[in-house]
């Protein structure tokens, strides 16, 4: 109140008896003091081009309880990772509907403030898609309006449509102007660009995206976690790459583990996790593959052989071992042929 006094104009809203904030609580200060919070993050997202000047009108304070409501942009414009698309334009009756897009920064880049202003990795995710402003106030957001399904790796993606309110008549507005339905001029170019947006946002999260997994299996990979992060390197130990490296004079040594470091360092881990988040099947198993594996096993079995017990160990352990393990039919009839040919 005399914040207000003191300015001489402004509206000031006052709540009273809020009784059913009250109700089913333990403690009322603590639920008022979490609506509040609702509250205010509400403010700071529909009003942020207002609260920021961004709108090119007077720029708007809004106080709680006197304390500033500051803008919350869901673009993180200002952020030196966050890619900007080209505005483009849509006529319709003789007005311009601006849109642009938006990739967030992927979220190994945002900070833990960042992150939690954001709502977390699920709030990334759940607000992805268009966000409608009518003359610059946010009426609708974190939708796709039916032209795409909400996915991990579009969750980056926001697409800012400013609509003058001479439009009202096209667009299905409720009458508290808090919700838009865009007219179908307007969804077919979305549907447009949509590709290209949403392909951008997924190049960035897959650019730092990491798959990680663990189990009793015998892999030609190992995870290996430190203090600056997660990082994939070759098992030395794997049977097969330890009996190759183990056949190798000095000189060549040297050259096979460079090798092995050129394949670490650039290990598609990214690549990998887009392709299986997208629900594309994997390749079938190719006619060669048996033929493959059993010229593995046998290789395997010459240096296998040279120790006591080694060919035992060596194909009670095959079903668990990288390749083999991913074929289980194929490696049981490899198995059973090594067994019985033994046996005679």
């Not at 009250?22 to 200060?29: D, H, I, K, L």
């Not at 720029?59 to 006197?66: P, V, W």
């Not at 952020?79 to 967030?104: G, M, S």
């Not at 759940?126 to 009426?139: P, S």
Request: charged share 30%; with cysteine.
């Amino acid at each position: 109140m005399p914040v207000l006094k003191a300015q001489g104009r402004g509206t000031l809203v006052l709540w009273r008896q809020l009784d059913r904030v009250a109700a089913g609580e333990r403690s009322v200060q603590h639920a008022l003091s979490e609506k509040m919070d609702l509250v205010r993050r509400h403010l700071a997202l529909v009003f942020h081009k207002y609260l920021s000047g961004e709108s090119l009108q007077n720029r708007l304070e809004i106080l709680l309880n006197e304390n500033p409501v500051l803008p919350f942009d869901p673009f993180f414009a200002k952020h030196r990772a966050t890619q900007i698309l080209q505005e483009e334009v849509i006529r319709i009756a003789d007005n311009n509907v601006f849109i642009k897009a938006y990739i967030l920064p992927h979220i190994s880049k945002l900070s833990p403030e960042e992150l939690s202003s954001a709502g977390g990795e699920e709030g990334l995710r759940h607000n992805q898609g268009f966000y409608v402003y009518r003359n610059h106030r946010l009426i609708t957001w974190g939708t796709w309006f039916r032209l795409t399904k909400q996915a991990e790796l579009s969750k980056l993606a926001r697409v800012s449509v400013n609509i003058p309110n001479a439009l009202d008549h096209l667009w299905t507005l409720d009458i508290k102007k808090a919700t838009a339905y865009p007219p179908e001029e307007v969804r077919r170019n979305l549907s447009r660009i949509i590709d290209r947006i949403v392909g951008t946002s997924q190049r960035v999260y897959t650019y730092r995206g990491r798959v990680t997994k663990s189990d009793n299996l015998i892999h030609s990979w190992t995870r290996l976690e430190g203090r600056h992060g997660i990082n994939y390197v070759v098992n030395r130990e794997h049977p097969i790459i330890k009996a190759f490296g183990d056949r190798l004079d000095v000189d060549n040594r040297k050259m096979y583990e460079l090798l092995l470091d050129t394949i670490e360092r650039t290990f598609p881990a990214d690549a990998l996790y887009a392709d299986m988040a997208s629900d594309r099947p994997r390749k079938p198993i190719d006619e060669g593959t048996k033929e493959r594996l059993t010229e593995l096993v046998l290789c395997l079995l010459e240096t296998a052989e040279a120790v006591k017990g080694g060919r035992t160990r060596l194909l009670e352990n095959l079903a668990c071992m990288d390749p083999f393990c991913q074929y289980p039919g194929v490696t049981e009839s490899i198995l059973k042929e090594m067994s019985d040919g033994y046996r005679e």
